[in-house]
């Protein structure tokens, strides 16, 4: 089992950049392919991307490709997405999550952080 704890939301101008972190707990977590998502007022959560356990590989959700990065560093149990040029319309709860599994395109995760804000301003 893993529990995750997501930091560095905050308010950021459209244009700049923000670095969200999500530490793990846990001996296991290099074991872990990594999700995150976010969840915006009156909308559905949505996918954002996802690195493999070992950060070789990476999948992005077509609106962030080219804006944000998600890296991790497993010496630290943590992931990261790295949101530059970022839009009012990335503004949401931001989520972390785990699962074992990798497939890119499946939303299932098993294990959820509590979720940071970001809002981005015009």
């Known amino acids: 089992q893993v529990q995750l704890v997501e930091s560095g939301g905050g308010l950021v101008q459209a244009g700049g950049s923000l670095r969200l972190s999500c530490a793990a707990s846990g001996r296991t977590f290099s074991s872990y392919n990594m999700g995150w998502f976010r969840h915006a007022p009156g909308k559905e959560r949505k996918f954002v991307g996802t690195i493999s356990w070992s950060g070789a590989r990476t999948y992005y959700e077509d609106s962030v490709k080219g804006r944000f990065t998600i890296s991790r560093d497993n010496a630290k149990n943590t992931v990261y997405l790295q949101m530059n040029s970022p839009k009012p319309e990335d503004t949401a709860v931001y989520y972390c999550?785990?699962?074992?599994?990798?497939?890119?395109?499946?939303?299932?995760?098993?294990?959820w952080g509590q979720g940071t804000q970001v809002t981005v301003s015009s």
């Open positions: 999550a785990a699962r074992t599994r990798w497939q890119p395109t499946s939303h299932d995760y098993n294990y």
